[in-house]
Nanobody, 127 residues
Framework: QVQLVESGGGLVQAGGSLRLSCAAS????????MGWFRQGPGKEREFVSA????????IYVDSVKGRFTISRDNAKNTVYLQMNSLKSEDTAVYYC????????????????????WGQGTQVTVSS
């Protein structure tokens, strides 16, 4: 059974940076599509970014393009989200998610496609 554990959240001033990590255990991590989602106060969970099993394909929601970078280290079973130039509207609980169907050829934005989730990590950006 795959488990995902996020870390790296915290409180940061607007314009600052944070790097989130998501460590996977169990399963065959290197074959999974990985994604980051976030859920702000009173909002639905929204897609942020996804990375293919190989790391060769990446997508972002428009609001974070140029500021966030997703990456993965398959040797460490870890996916990262580097967040720069943070804004107050980035305040949310950030979730790591996996599609455990191996070697998926697409990058889904739909949260319902992801079958495994971490517990979330809080990111608070003060203005």
């Amino acid at each position: 059974q795959v488990q995902l554990v996020e870390s790296g959240g915290g409180l940061v001033q607007a314009g600052g940076s944070l790097r989130l990590s998501c460590a996977a255990s169990g399963g065959i991590y290197r074959s999974y599509t990985m994604g980051w989602f976030r859920q702000g106060p009173g909002k639905e969970r929204e897609f942020v970014s996804a990375i293919s099993w190989s790391g060769g394909n990446i997508i972002y929601v428009d609001s974070v393009k140029g500021r966030f970078t997703i990456s993965r280290d398959n040797a460490k079973n870890t996916v990262y989200l580097q967040m720069n130039s943070l804004k107050s509207e980035d305040t949310a609980v950030y979730y790591c998610a996996a599609v455990t169907r191996p070697f998926l050829s697409t990058l889904p934005r739909d949260k319902n496609v992801y079958d495994t989730w971490g517990q979330g990590t809080q990111v608070t950006v003060s203005s």
